[in-house]
């Protein structure tokens, strides 16, 4: 059956920007909701877009990639205020009728993103740019033009939202799909007829025969980031199939939310909430009482047993042993080590190694014993430098230090892109970065860290893909694969110290630390066990080092 679209001779070589509104014929467009299954779609993808935009206070929204109205009926019917554009006027006909047929008249506008300003008027709290449509684009100049007329209609403290097809997979592994998020309908077959790194052929067979192809440009995910953020975007984050976490092979789909605002003194301060909880919980008398007798007072981070009943101090200096081995340390070294809690690793890298320790931390009252056990160590200042302050914001020059070290500390930071990114500016060229981190495994459920994540005042965790994408992003090079995984120390660790804190709260513990503090501890230490057993949850060390280029 023949689709009505005109590809000339040769197909393949059909890679034009303003083709795509061509091969959006009638017949394909009538068939189009069909592929997308709007029931289907809608449980899929649940309130991912509506709750992410009023989470921003958006109430203005500009929809770029209306297609057949999906997204734009489901936003006028979470109450926003939105208006509808494309390039194809018969998509954008067939958007009013469904609108229409929902309840809600569409105000739609046919546009050209090269010129989006000149078709379509004011500024928008949000653009949308959904569906794959950016991959119609073929030329970069283009690309980058299009870009740069949504930053300039959306207001200071706008946001971009626009997805991706996964690209990546597709071009490296070869095409395979889940099925189950953007492309909802069961009797439509969809998969790539051809494909290069400058085109992806998409090939669209109906249950009736017929056929439709669309010419798409592969974009990889981190390209696209980079284009977004030379266009004066100052911060993007990714999701992979509505989750954070995740797999870099394993979404079928990539989302990018692109902020256009500067960081104000008030958002700041928002962005800070994470550090200014995670201080007010370590400063707490609990917390110092709890960690100083539970965990020893020295090294409170995640350990590496050799046995079940092995002491906790002894374990968690085994992970700075083993840390330590990884890295070349001599008297000339210097390290910045990011959430230096009680000391412990300060000291051994001193003691040990003789190299001198500048030790971060947010807790003063942690800080306060970090000092004080330095002194009856016999350490000066010139070997460990105590600051109270946070990782967010490093109070050191660029290029000032050969290691940058942290232990399960990153996740108490609500910016941690920006965490690595002030590492790499610390770091001199060839320096080493070496953490550790408990994490969300790349391929969790989402909802299913929920309880530890209210335990621990967070809205989302890092994951081994999250880190490995921004530390390649910021110039870094894994050494040793990059990643050396160990969940199940992470189970036997918080197993260790529930037991611990179960036999020690009628004795050392006792009137000591509340009650309540103690019973929110113990559901929080099953939280994390149960996590890492169920491989939710992870944990390990990561080694790199920043490139000299």
Known sequence: MHS???????????????HYASEYVPSFVEKWDSLIDWEKRTESEGNFFIDLLRKRGVKSVLDVATGTGF????????G????????SADMLAKAFENGRDHGYLLRVVQADWRWL??????EYDAIVCLGNSFTHIFSERDRRKALAEFYAMLKHDGVLVLDQRNYDAILDRGYNTQHTFYYCGEDVAVEPEYIDDGLCRMRYHFPDDSVYHLNMFPLRKDYTRQLMTQVGFQRVDTYGDFQHTYRDEQPDFFIHVAEKEYRTQQMEREASQATVTARTYYNSRDADVFYATVWGGEDIHIGMYESDDEPIGDASRRTVAHMAGKLDLTEQSLVLDLGSGYGGVARYLAETHGCRVLALN??????????E????RGLTTDQIEVVDGAFEDIPYPDASVDVVWSQDAFLHSGDRARVLAEAARVLRPGGHLVFTDPMAADDCPAGVLQPVLDRIHLE???SPGFYTDELTRLGF???GGGFEEHTDQLVNHYTRVLRETEEQERGALAGKVSTEYLTQMKKGLRHWIDGGRDQHLTWGVFHFTKTTS
């Open 362 to 371: 947010l807790s003063e009252v942690e800080n306060s014993r970090h000092r």
């Open 373 to 376: 056990l330095n002194a009856a």
């Open 477 to 479: 090079s894994p050494v």
């Open 117 to 122: 300003n000149r078709d379509v008027h004011g």
């Open 460 to 462: 989302n965790m890092g």
């Open 80 to 87: 926003f205020d939105a208006v509808s554009a494309d390039g």
């Open 71 to 78: 997204h734009s009926v489901r936003l006028a019917a979470a």
């Open 4 to 18: 009505g679209q005109e590809f000339g001779d040769n197909p393949e070589e059909v890679r034009e920007t303003g």
